[in-house]
């Protein structure tokens, strides 16, 4: 089966509104001339951006998404952001337990489970992003830290796993410099595409996007994106000039 090749960028906590419009705008031009139509760009902005890029790129076929989504429909969550919200503005994606949210935010597997539940509910899509620590990897367990993780996606339907997207984002490669070597990595993916047909099926196991993320640089993605499991790149610090992130959606 062909998956989608996604090129994602987390801009996490940067850039002013003015300067977002002008990343996107850079982004569209870009990508309007130099980027292969069967590569997906991705990006997720922080929330106050969001409503005005969607607009911005709108008829790109570029996807606008939100780095969190509150699992509840409504109430009393001060700081928070749901689903229905996030639909209202036309955000389609949106990133679930990414590192910084679990390390800061006390994000767990459960907490992930129900907020990819209610992404699908609202017909958004989850990003969901798993990744050992140091520490797990020296101990040897990285493999079922991630099966672990991966098992927030378990109580849904065959059809709702299929609408998911994997981040592998080892977070000892986040914002270090420091990549995971493409075997390392399609190591990773081709385990994590085997927890996901135990859970479900092989056909969703081999039709579902699994980015890697960690460091991903215009120099190092060709060798990532060449890895038979490596569908494509969640980038943090490089999708924060659009001459990088571009560079990167043309390595597929
Ligand atoms: C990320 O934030 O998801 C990420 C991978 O960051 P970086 O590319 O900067 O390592």
Same mark, same amino acid.
């Given at each position: 089966m062909k998956r989608q090749k996604i090129a994602a960028g987390n801009w996490k906590m940067h850039k002013t509104f003015e300067e977002g419009q002008g990343l996107a705008q850079e982004i569209r031009t870009m990508a309007a001339t130099e980027v292969m139509p069967e590569a997906k760009l991705l990006i997720f902005p922080p929330y106050i951006? %969001?409503?005005a890029i969607a607009k911005q790129l709108a008829g790109s076929g570029i @996807? #606008? @998404?939100a780095q969190n989504i509150n699992q509840n429909e409504q109430g009393a969550f001060? +700081?928070?952001v749901s689903a229905s919200m996030l639909k209202s503005i036309d955000i389609h994606y949106t990133l679930v337990g990414h590192s910084e949210r679990r390390q800061y935010y006390n994000e767990t597997n459960a907490s992930c489970a129900a907020k990819i539940v209610t992404s699908i509910k609202h017909n958004i899509v989850p990003v969901y992003c798993i990744g050992e620590t140091l520490a797990e990897r020296e101990a040897n367990a990285h493999f079922s830290i991630v099966e672990e993780q991966l098992s927030a996606m378990k109580g849904l339907s065959n059809e709702d796993a299929a609408k998911c997207i994997l981040a592998y984002e080892p977070v000892w490669a986040i914002g270090t410099g420091v990549t995971a070597s493409a075997d390392q990595a399609n190591e990773m993916h081709i385990h994590i595409r085997k927890? #996901? *047909?135990n859970m479900?099926? =092989?056909e969703i196991a081999s039709g579902i996007s699994i980015l890697y993320g960690?460091? #991903?640089k215009p =120099?190092? *993605?060709k060798s990532l994106f060449a890895m038979s499991d490596i569908d +494509?790149? %969640?980038i943090g610090g490089a999708a924060l000039a659009s001459r990088d992130f571009i560079d990167i959606a043309k390595s597929f």
């Amino acid at each position: 089966m062909k998956r989608q090749k996604i090129a994602a960028g987390n801009w996490k906590m940067h850039k002013t509104f003015e300067e977002g419009q002008g990343l996107a705008q850079e982004i569209r031009t870009m990508a309007a001339t130099e980027v292969m139509p069967e590569a997906k760009l991705l990006i997720f902005p922080p929330y106050i951006h %969001l409503q005005a890029i969607a607009k911005q790129l709108a008829g790109s076929g570029i @996807g #606008v @998404g939100a780095q969190n989504i509150n699992q509840n429909e409504q109430g009393a969550f001060t +700081g928070e952001v749901s689903a229905s919200m996030l639909k209202s503005i036309d955000i389609h994606y949106t990133l679930v337990g990414h590192s910084e949210r679990r390390q800061y935010y006390n994000e767990t597997n459960a907490s992930c489970a129900a907020k990819i539940v209610t992404s699908i509910k609202h017909n958004i899509v989850p990003v969901y992003c798993i990744g050992e620590t140091l520490a797990e990897r020296e101990a040897n367990a990285h493999f079922s830290i991630v099966e672990e993780q991966l098992s927030a996606m378990k109580g849904l339907s065959n059809e709702d796993a299929a609408k998911c997207i994997l981040a592998y984002e080892p977070v000892w490669a986040i914002g270090t410099g420091v990549t995971a070597s493409a075997d390392q990595a399609n190591e990773m993916h081709i385990h994590i595409r085997k927890c #996901v *047909a135990n859970m479900f099926n =092989d056909e969703i196991a081999s039709g579902i996007s699994i980015l890697y993320g960690g460091s #991903v640089k215009p =120099d190092n *993605a060709k060798s990532l994106f060449a890895m038979s499991d490596i569908d +494509g790149a %969640l980038i943090g610090g490089a999708a924060l000039a659009s001459r990088d992130f571009i560079d990167i959606a043309k390595s597929f």
